[in-house]
């Protein structure tokens, strides 16, 4: 199943309330660095928290109702939150730059540890997922193009309907149907290994992303 490429308008807010408020915060430190530090921690932080609601928001419509046992909803629920997987890894870089608490910052880091291992053990549940629905179209292609040989060589058998029907147009609809056969597997093959292959390449970047990201926060929270 193809991942349907929609973010949120919640979304969609948040990183446009996040690149007005960096926009106007760095105006505001040309001028008075240490004055407006502080208030640029805070923004940092509003807008970071933000952003987590904002996946937690798409993360449960997602996510709801469950169905882990079908494979489509397994794909089809881990590209989504592969797609928005970016605001996850703005929200918490935000966070840790903006926290003041050591304890806080120590929370931050290891949260980004949890999900960029949750990301990259999604990664091979996307790729063995794609190979199961890629196999799965392709047999269904397959079973319905048998399907309507057995029909067009039932009515070669049939003397009362070949009479109706011309060799020809037999002959013209069988290739018709072993090119449009042909054709449907290829862009089935296509259309799952591409979207397959993004989300496993967008939830492996975001995954060692975070595991960066929360590495340097424990190495700030250690200094």
Not at 44 to 63: K, S, W
Not at 191 to 211: C, D, E
Request: with cysteine.
């Amino acid at each position: 199943m193809v991942t349907q490429w929609k973010e949120s308008g919640v979304v969609y807010l948040a990183l446009g309330i996040a690149l007005s408020c960096m926009a106007f915060t760095s105006n505001k430190i040309v001028s008075s660095s240490i004055v407006e530090s502080p208030r640029a921690k805070k923004l940092c932080r509003i807008v970071g928290f933000a952003c987590l609601v904002a996946f937690v928001v798409d993360f449960l419509v997602i996510v709801f109702p469950v169905n882990v046992a079908e494979a489509s909803w397994r794909l089809t629920t881990l590209q989504q939150i592969g797609d928005r997987s970016i605001v996850v890894l703005f929200g918490l870089s935000l966070l840790i730059y903006g926290v003041e608490r050591r304890k806080v910052l120590r929370s931050v880091s290891l949260l980004c540890f949890a999900i960029g291992i949750a990301f990259l053990l999604a990664c091979p549940v996307v790729a063995q997922d794609s190979l199961m629905l890629q196999r799965q179209a392709l047999d269904r292609i397959s079973a319905q193009a048998s399907q309507l040989s057995s029909r067009i060589q039932a009515i070669q058998g049939d003397p009362n309907a070949a009479a109706k029907v011309s060799p020809e147009r037999l002959e013209q609809a069988t290739q018709q149907l072993n090119t449009r056969t042909e054709t449907a597997k290829q862009t089935a093959n296509q259309s799952i290994f591409k979207s397959g292959f993004l989300s496993v390449g967008n939830l492996a970047v975001i995954g060692v992303s975070l595991l960066v990201l929360g590495r340097y926060g424990l190495y700030l929270f250690r200094h």
